[in-house]
């Protein structure tokens, strides 16, 4: 069912050509979706409150395993004992205990050379938001997942180039990711890692190379909780691949699989059940064969 009737949304644009059938990239991506559904990986998750179920339902879907929980030692003996090989912090939902909780798990993944994934959800909105994501500073995420507000908004936050007073706070996306594409070039660049940018054509991007992927489907906009999941199952790949890998085959994986469940939904409600189907059932070489424009 198409949604055309009822909304309408920014395209954005594709740019450059589609990378070869047979670049290396492509098979680094296959072998990650393999890699996820063989060895069930663990992404400890401290997330938001009003889709945490649907990150440990979409990780499961892809192949993973899941653990929430808001607790900075919890991370450090999930890390310790070699269980969770990656975690993933959101930012949607905070309470007080977070000024030190969410700092205190970046800091025992980035101690122990794990890497992490944030979600600066409502990024610019709220004192509380703006102290912890000041302290992440000190200890870099590997992957940041966000849409174009949130990208610009951290840039912000972090005082680097790439800030634009055109942002406005928020948990949905308001600037195009073409707009963004200067916050996420320099947030890549200050840690050293890769920056995944959602919206109707995704943005995955190391600070040197820009990689568009294009599809997915507007209903994604139209359920809480996509790009949250997004999230998590970015931190689920990171488990098995290095980042670039692990933020392409995530958002690749999630284009081809609203694709499919677009097919069959009626609505949002059979969307969301039709997604979870599909991020189970779509191939490694159907997410790897996707449009990548490099
Ligand atoms: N207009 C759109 N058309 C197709 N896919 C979209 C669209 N907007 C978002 N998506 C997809 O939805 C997922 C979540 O992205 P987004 O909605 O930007 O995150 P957030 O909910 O954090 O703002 C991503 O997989 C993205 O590709
Ligand atoms: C609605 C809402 N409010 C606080 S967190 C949240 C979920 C945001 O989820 P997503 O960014 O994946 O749409
Ligand atoms: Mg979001």
Redesign the pocket.
């Known amino acids: 069912m198409s949604l055309d009737s009822h909304d309408s949304t920014g395209n954005g644009t594709v740019a450059a050509g589609n990378i070869a059938v047979n670049d290396p990239l492509r098979a680094e991506i296959a072998a990650a979706v393999d890699a996820v559904r063989d060895t069930t990986p663990l992404a400890q998750s401290l997330t ?1 409150f ?2 945490i179920n649907f990150v440990a339902n979409a990780q499961l879907a892809v192949g993973g395993t899941a653990a929430m929980h808001y607790s900075g030692e919890e991370a450090g003996a999930l890390d310790s004992a070699g269980a969770s090989k990656a975690t993933y912090i959101n930012m ?2 905070l309470l007080a205990e977070f000024r030190t909780e969410y700092p205190a798990a970046a800091r025992d993944a980035v101690e122990r050379g794990l890497p992490w994934v944030l ?1 600066p ?2 990024a610019g909105a709220g004192e509380l938001r703006g102290e912890i994501l000041r302290a992440f500073h000190e200890t870099p995420p590997t992957i940041i997942r966000c ?1 174009a507000s949130e990208a610009i908004a951290l840039a912000g936050i972090w005082g680097l180039d790439g800030a634009d007073s055109k942002s406005r706070a928020g ?2 996306a308001h600037d195009e990711i073409d707009a963004a594409i200067p916050a996420a070039h320099a947030l890549a660049r200050f840690t050293g890692g890769v920056v995944s940018v959602s919206g109707a054509v995704d943005l995955v991007t190391d600070g040197e190379c820009d990689f568009r992927l294009p599809g997915g489907s507007v209903w994604m906009t139209k359920i ?7 999230g998590g199952v970015t931190a689920t790949y990171a488990c098995v691949a290095r980042p670039l890998v692990a933020a392409l085959a995530a958002a690749l994986h999630y284009n081809r699989a609203a694709d499919s469940a677009e097919r069959v939904a009626e609505g949002p409600g059979s969307f969301q059940v039709a997604f979870l189907d599909a991020l189970w059932n779509t191939t490694a070489d159907e997410i790897a064969q996707s449009p990548i424009y490099g």
């Open positions: 938001n009003v889709t949607g939902t979600d959800v409502g849409n948990v949905e809480t909780g996509a790009g949250c999941s997004l």
